[in-house]
Each structure stands twice: as C-alpha cells, then as structure tokens.
C-alpha cells in the first residue's frame, strides 16, 4: 500500500549536477517511481529518458552507447535520438513496418534453440546447429564450425543483456525484426495465467 495518496507532482527538480555528466556518459538512474537512463550526447545535449528500449526492452544503461547525437541500444543496436525518436535501425529498410528474414549461407545449416525453466526467472537454454556435408568437404565443415562458434559467441554476448533487460509488453518493431508478435500470441496458449 503506497505511504502517500498523492502522485508525484509535475515540476522542475535537481537530477545530476552538469559538470558530472561527461559528454558520451550513460547513467542509470531511479526517479520518479522510474527506471531511467541519462545520458550526454556528443554536442553536450542532456537527455533522460526510459531505461529499456521500446524495441525488445535492452538495457540502454548495461551495455549501451553514446554515438554521435544517439543513444544506442546494446541488443540491436538500435538507435535514438534526443527527442527519444528512433533514429537508426542497422538491419531495416523502413521503420516499424513487419516482415520476415531467413537465414541462408552457402551451407545449409539448421540451428534449433530449446530451453527448460529452473524456475520464474532462471532456463537452461541449448542450442543446436547441424549442416548437411554429403560428401565429408572440408571447406564445409569449417563453415558449419565456424557458424557453431559464432552462434556460441552471440549467445554468450548477449547473456549480460538478458541479465539486464525487461520484458517489454509492446513492442516497437521494424521491418527486419520478423513475426515476433505471431510468435508471442502463439506462445500465449502454453501459459495458465494471462501474459
Ligand atoms: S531491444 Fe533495443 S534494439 Fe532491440
């Protein structure tokens, strides 16, 4: 039960002091019943704003970076500006439209992910990557190695970011992002309690 009947009130109120604020600097800050992120732009602009991205909910204050007049999100790096809009998204032609992307090389590599909950907050996830090499090349077995060892180097770069990051019931998504709401909605059923 809250301690006051009163919400906090709009106004003008001390955060951080300038001269600590270096330019390119992010701060994870809690204000106002919030967790907020501050942060210099490279012309010395302030700004604070949410600390997790709107895309898939990235911690901007583990991991993120300032680059130019941006704010880039560690997970996809995407990135916003001072006014919070987004202002670049490395892997798509438009903003906040849906589409799908597939996954081919010159190897023909299936990657297939599945995970076991400990409990609430903690899995065990494996992955699994085999390739088709009829005839035993070893031009393709390096590929399908070195595709192994990239899909570990991904996992284990991201485990700081899933460490840090939120869920973020609304996503913002792009065109690059595939049906990630298709796959939520499917996922629903195997929940007794409403997500
Ligand atoms: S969660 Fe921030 S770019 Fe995807």
Same mark, same amino acid.
């Given at each position: 039960?809250?301690?006051?009947? !009163?919400?906090?009130?709009?106004?003008?109120?001390?955060?951080?002091? /300038?001269?600590?604020?270096?330019?390119?600097?992010?701060?994870?800050?809690?204000?106002?019943?919030?967790?907020?992120?501050?942060?210099?732009?490279?012309?010395?602009?302030?700004?604070?704003? /949410?600390?997790?991205?709107?895309?898939?909910?990235?911690?901007?204050? +583990?991991?993120? #970076?300032?680059?130019? #007049?941006?704010?880039?999100?560690?997970?996809?790096?995407?990135?916003? &500006?001072?006014?919070?809009?987004?202002?670049?998204?490395?892997?798509?032609?438009?903003?906040?439209?849906? %589409?799908?992307?597939?996954?081919?090389?010159?190897?023909?590599?299936?990657?297939?992910?599945?995970?076991?909950?400990? /409990?609430?907050?903690?899995? +065990?996830?494996?992955?699994? +990557?085999?390739?088709?090499?009829?005839? /035993?090349?070893?031009?393709?077995?390096?590929?399908?190695?070195?595709?192994?060892?990239?899909?570990?180097?991904? !996992?284990?770069?991201?485990? &700081?970011?899933?460490?840090?990051?939120?869920?973020?019931?609304?996503?913002?998504?792009?065109?690059?992002?595939?049906?990630?709401?298709?796959?939520?909605?499917? %996922?629903?059923?195997?929940?007794?309690?409403?997500?």
């Amino acid at each position: 039960m809250a301690r006051f009947p !009163f919400p906090i009130p709009v106004g003008w109120f001390h955060v951080a002091f /300038d001269a600590d604020i270096e330019p390119a600097s992010i701060h994870p800050m809690n204000l106002f019943g919030r967790e907020l992120a501050l942060w210099r732009a490279e012309d010395g602009e302030l700004c604070l704003q /949410d600390r997790y991205c709107p895309h898939l909910g990235g911690n901007f204050a +583990v991991g993120g #970076q300032v680059v130019g #007049q941006t704010l880039e999100c560690p997970f996809h790096k995407w990135r916003f &500006a001072t006014d919070g809009q987004v202002a670049e998204i490395p892997y798509a032609k438009k903003l906040n439209r849906s %589409a799908c992307v597939r996954y081919r090389t010159l190897v023909d590599v299936c990657l297939l992910t599945s995970s076991a909950p400990i /409990d609430e907050e903690t899995v +065990v996830q494996h992955f699994h +990557v085999s390739y088709r090499n009829p005839e /035993d090349d070893a031009r393709i077995h390096r590929i399908g190695q070195a595709f192994d060892a990239e899909v570990n180097r991904q !996992f284990r770069e991201d485990i &700081a970011i899933w460490e840090s990051k939120i869920y973020q019931p609304d996503p913002q998504l792009c065109d690059g992002d595939g049906p990630v709401g298709k796959y939520r909605n499917w %996922a629903k059923q195997f929940y007794f309690e409403a997500v």
